[in-house]
């Protein structure tokens, strides 16, 4: 099976960052471009749901929360609407210089190495938008 891990430093503490995160309104704010109108549910407990979805770019991620240790980790089954196969992602959290947070996000389970490809640039551009929402982060973009 194929994986991958995307990282990025944004300037928010770790608390601010867990809320993007798990907060339904701050998630659809950023997660996607403005112009995919996103709508989120967060339940963050065992077996809750953590679901993205787009209606004007007709996509949808129908996660579940497999585990959460906040305001540190968040391990989701993570599905594409209208598929059959999940993905594990884990996204940590951790402190860094200047009061930044490192997010760091793990993804395992793709089937090929082109469906993974396709996941490294989505979330790439997903953390970028983090990181911009935050004023971009000192230092260095990983």
Sequence with gaps: ?????????VAASVDVVWREFTI???????????RFETTAVVEVRELGRWEVRSEPADI????????????????????WAGEEHATDVEIALESAADAATRVIVRQSGFASGEERDQHIDGWSSCLQRLVDRHGGAPGEHL
């Design 1 to 9: 099976m194929h994986e991958l891990t995307e990282e990025a430093l």
């Design 24 to 34: 339904a309104d701050l998630l659809a704010e950023w997660f996607w471009p403005p």
């Design 60 to 79: 949808a991620v129908e996660a579940t929360v497999l585990t959460f240790e906040a305001p540190r980790v968040l391990r989701l089954g993570w599905r």
